[in-house]
Each structure stands twice: as structure tokens, then as C-alpha cells.
């Protein structure tokens, strides 16, 4: 009931946030520059909230979520620049593809803990990354020239659908498991949950998400080339997910739309944006060591005015 | 109802169990003993499944459970307080028990489940909706046991209850442990703290580096005199 209640509302502040927006656009207050961030602010977004289900869900500390992008923009790209196909299909197939990916790394580096399994994941981005940079099929180092046909409504739709499915599932009976599994792997072990594929999915959906948010990314910048999915890429993204609060869906939306603001602002000065994103960390960690939502999320902010707070 | 035979159990080349045979009938509270690093949570890690014994077998009912994956253990009717209790300390009391009763499906079986868990625990009713990590130590314990009965044990395996805990709380848990024993369900216990575990015990076994030394009704343990010397401080 409460939970459905939430669904049409997030759903209804989404289609009027994507009515402004796209009357903004038609109207020609939101010039190709801002429609560019917005849908920038889209991926990161996704991007986020993919790696959350892993990282603040689950508990797993991936590292490598960049590689599962280059995944999904590389087939997507391939889908539609040499095979001819149109956008939504080349966007699934990259996600499946991704999600393929995930599922082929995730069955044996799950096993690991810890540093391990993000030393894995991390050494596992950095392979997918060469072996496209050594293909000549997609152009090796030079990159793969795709035309841009995103548009704010194909991100817009993206981040909508990723939320959904990935709110969804954190409060079904499966992502119980999954928080189980990040509150105390023993302990839901013995309760008879099947730790190890509660993991597997987790990562595999996570995977899922970062394939369609590669695809998008990659049909917006006419270009994709491999240096743009190194290890910082991944370290971005795990960053919006930290700043946000490990656990918290709304805390890694709001940060990732945060630091895209940000890093736009400061997009003439690259080199300064990983040194303030530094800054910004070392703050946070210091005076909000639980990030800055914590575990909550952004709808139990407004049910602690009702209820007093005791409902979490 | 559950009975090892000759089980070996390995940490990479530590030999941690060595030829460990026992039994529990149905209806007992069974009781390990032994000092720290005798074996004894290492045994009931390997019951329930969180370990893998590298020979040996272990029949539960009529099923052979010896390296069986803990959530078929779990079906089958065998839960794990684990030790140190192992709340899910980002949720609340009544999370912690529904999680404990994840691998069921009967809505109206959990409700009156978790009512049946209020009644042996008030304190929990209280706080019910408190993040666990949050409670005492007693009353983490006690809702470990809560979460564990959840999945309605047959055999209910219980791991240093008494751990860290004062004296006070460890009679209010041994006593709680001999009502949930009354009403049907066969309980295995480690403990470090013999005296208490004896005196709720039908049998016991004393377990030193990883074998059983010494079995027998608890009456006769606690009168042995080599217990009394080793593990009960006796005079």
C-alpha cells in the first residue's frame, strides 16, 4: 500500500519533471549546451544508482564499474554504427551484453572479500578497457566515431526505468537479502539465504544499468574511445555513490546530479575538478562520515515530521 | 535425531576437528564444552553448513547433510545462533525476525510466529521498531535466538549465548532456552560457561583441540573430577 504509494508519486514528479524540462527545450530556454548537461547529469545518475545496488545495497566493494560501461557503449555502438540497428535495440543489447559481462566476472571474483574483490574488479575494467583499445574493429585507440542521437528523453527514460527497477527490487524480499548480506554475511548465511547469488544478481543488475548508461553515453559525444573508461571513470562513479550515503538510492541520485553541476562548472579546468572532487571527499568524510544521506532515504526525511521518526 | 560420525574439519592445513563422533536425540538440550579454540563453534559452523568437513558424514532425520549448502540445512529444520550474535544492525527488531524467517512463505505462520517471538521476549515488543544495533548486548542476544526460532527449528544450534553478558541476562537466557527445549525443540549448545550449560543440559561433550574427550549425562560430567578441575573451577 505504502510502497505503491510511492511508486505513482515518483512516478508523477518524474513525468512533470521531464514535462518542464522538455517545454524548456521546445521552447528554447535550454540551449544544445544545458540539454547536454542535463543528459550528462542522466548517465552519472544511472551510473550512481547501478553501482549502489552493488556497493550500498549489497555491500560488495566493486571498483570496476566503468568497464561494464565500456561494455554497453562499445556493443551499443557497434549495434547501431555497423549493424545498422536503431537506438532502444542497440541500448538493450549493450545492457544484455553488459549484464553478461557482469554475470561471467561476478560468478567467481564474488567469492572474494573486501580489498580483494575490489582489486578483481578493478584489474577486470582495466581488461575490458585494453582489449578495446587493441581491436581494430572499433578503432583501437583512436576511437569509434558514432553519430549522436541521444536525446533528453532517451536519458530521461533511462534514469526513470533504472530507479523503478532498482527501488524495486532494494525493497523486495531479494534486496532484504541483499542488505542482509551487506549487514552481516554470517549471520545471513546461517539464515538459509544463498549469500553467493544474491550477490551474482546484484552485480549482474548493477552491470545492466551501467551497459544502458554506456549506451546512452556513447550515442551523445560522436566519439568513445577507450582512455574514457579508465580506473578514474570508475573512482567518479564511486564517488557519487559515497558522497550520497552508502545505502541510500536518493543519496546517490542527489550526488551524482551534485558533482555533474560541479564538474560542468569546473569543466574548463580538468585538472583542478579531480583535485576539488579530492577536497570534497576528504570533507565529507570527515564531517559526515556516513555520506550525505547516510542509509536514509530522501522519503523517510518526510515521514519523520509525521510519524516522530520512529519508522525507518 | 542428528548424528556426526568420524567428521575431519580443515582451515586451509589447520586441523581444527579431528574425528569427531556425536549424537543428539530428539527432545534434548545437548551441551559442548571445552576452553577457546577447542572446536567447538567450528563444529557447529560445520552443522549448519558454513563449513565443509573434509570426511565423515552427518546424518540429520534420514537426510545426509555433511556439505550441504546452509539454505538447505536451514529448510531442513536446523538454525544457527551464531556466535557473537550477528544482529542486522541497520534494521530494526522486527526486520532482524522476518529476515530469520526468509526461507518460508506462510504469512499468517510468520505473523503468529513473531507474536510467539514477543511473548518470550517482551523487551523486543518494546522495541520493535529500534535498529538492533542499537540494543544491549542481552537484548541482542535475545533477538539472535528470536531471529534463529523464526525459521522454526527442529534443531536449534546455539553458540555462546552467554557471551559478554551478565550474569542476571545469562539465567534469563538459559531459562529461556529451557522453555523453547519444553515446548519441542531439540537444542545443541556451546558454552564456555560449563556450570550454567550443565545444569540446563540432558547430556554434554567435552571437547579439547578439536576431540571429544569426555561424554556423559551432565549430572555425571558435573561430578567428574576432571571437568570440575578443568572447566568448573572446582573445590
Known amino acids: 500500500m505504502k510502497k505503491s504509494k510511492a511508486f505513482w508519486g515518483f512516478l508523477v514528479l518524474a513525468l512533470v519533471i521531464y514535462a518542464v524540462v522538455q517545454g524548456m527545450i521546445s521552447g528554447g530556454i535550454l540551449d544544445l549546451y544545458y540539454q547536454n548537461i542535463l543528459i550528462q547529469m542522466c548517465i552519472n545518475i544511472m551510473l550512481a544508482v547501478s553501482l549502489h545496488i552493488v556497493i550500498g545495497v549489497t555491500g560488495q566493494f566493486s571498483i570496476g564499474h566503468a568497464g561494464f560501461m565500456a561494455v554497453g557503449a562499445y556493443i551499443s555502438a557497434i549495434a547501431t554504427m555497423k549493424l545498422g540497428l536503431s537506438l532502444p535495440v542497440a541500448i538493450i543489447m549493450g545492457a544484455v551484453i553488459s549484464a553478461l559481462a557482469g554475470l561471467l566476472v561476478g560468478i567467481p571474483s564474488l567469492r572474494l572479500k573486501g580489498d580483494y574483490l575490489a582489486i578483481a574488479t578493478l584489474g577486470f575494467a582495466e581488461i575490458i578497457r585494453i582489449i578495446f583499445l587493441n581491436v581494430d574493429y572499433v578503432g583501437g585507440a583512436a576511437g569509434m566515431v558514432v553519430t549522436n542521437m541521444t536525446t533528453w528523453t532517451y536519458a530521461f527514460v533511462g534514469v526513470v526505468i533504472t530507479i523503478l527497477v532498482i527501488a524495486n527490487f532494494t525493497n523486495s524480499r531479494h534486496g532484504r537479502g541483499c542488505i542482509s548480506i551487506r549487514e552481516d554475511e554470517i549471520a545471513s548465511d546461517a539464515m538459509g539465504i544463498n549469500t553467493t547469488y544474491y550477490k551474482v544478481v546484484a552485480f549482474t543488475i548493477g552491470s545492466f544499468f551501467a551497459g544502458v548508461a554506456g549506451a546512452i553515453y556513447a550515442h551523445n559525444f560522436f566519439i568513445i574511445q577507450p582512455t574514457t573508461f579508465n580506473f578514474l571513470k570508475s573512482f567518479d562513479i564511486l564517488i557519487y555513490v559515497v558522497l550520497g550515503g552508502l545505502g541510500s538510492l536518493s543519496g546517490a541520485t542527489i550526488a551524482a546530479i551534485f558533482l555533474t553541476i560541479v564538474s560542468a562548472y569546473l569543466a574548463n579546468f580538468p585538472e583542478t575538478r579531480m583535485i576539488i572532487y579530492s577536497l570534497v571527499l576528504i570533507i565529507v568524510m570527515l564531517y559526515r562520515p556516513t555520506g550525505l544521506m547516510g542509509t536514509k532515504e530522501i522519503t523517510s526525511l518526510f515521514k519523520f515530521g509525521k510519524k516522530g521518526g520512529s519508522k525507518v | ?235
Open chain 2, 1 to 235: 535425531m542428528l548424528k556426526v560420525n568420524n567428521i575431519d574439519v580443515f582451515y586451509g592445513n589447520i586441523h581444527a576437528l579431528k574425528d569427531i563422533s556425536l549424537e543428539v536425540n530428539e527432545g534434548e538440550i545437548v551441551t559442548l564444552i571445552g576452553a577457546n579454540g577447542a572446536g567447538k563453534s567450528t563444529l557447529l559452523k560445520t552443522l549448519s553448513g558454513l563449513l565443509k568437513p573434509k570426511n565423515g558424514n552427518i546424518l540429520y532425520l534420514t537426510q545426509q547433510i555433511a556439505g550441504k549448502p546452509a539454505q538447505t540445512i536451514v529448510k531442513s529444520g536446523i538454525s544457527h545462533v551464531p556466535e557473537g550474535r550477528r544482529v542486522f544492525s541497520n534494521m530494526s527488531v522486527e526486520e532482524n525476525l522476518e529476515l530469520g524467517a526468509y526461507l518460508r512463505n506462510d504469512r499468517d505462520g510468520i505473523k503468529k510466529d513473531i507474536d510467539y517471538v514477543y511473548e518470550l521476549f517482551p523487551i523486543l515488543d518494546e522495541r520493535r521498531k529500534q535498529l538492533s544495533g542499537t540494543l544491549s548486548g542481552g537484548e541482542q542476544q535475545m533477538l539472535a535466538m528470536g531471529r534463529a526460532l523464526m525459521a522454526k527449528p527442529k534443531l536449534l544450534l546455539m553458540d555462546e549465548p552467554s557471551m559478554g553478558l551478565a550474569p542476571l541476562v545469562v539465567k534469563k537466557i538459559f531459562e529461556i532456552i529451557k522453555t523453547v527445549n519444553s515446548q519441542g525443540t531439540t537444542v545443541l549448545l556451546v558454552e564456555q560457561n560449563a556450570n550454567m550449560a550443565l545444569s540446563i543440559a540432558d547430556r554434554a561433550y567435552v571437547l579439547e583441540t578439536g576431540k571429544i574427550v569426555l561424554s556423559g549425562t551432565a549430572k555425571e560430567l558435573q561430578e567428574s573430577e576432571q571437568v570440575k578441575a578443568a572447566y568448573l573451577g572446582g573445590l
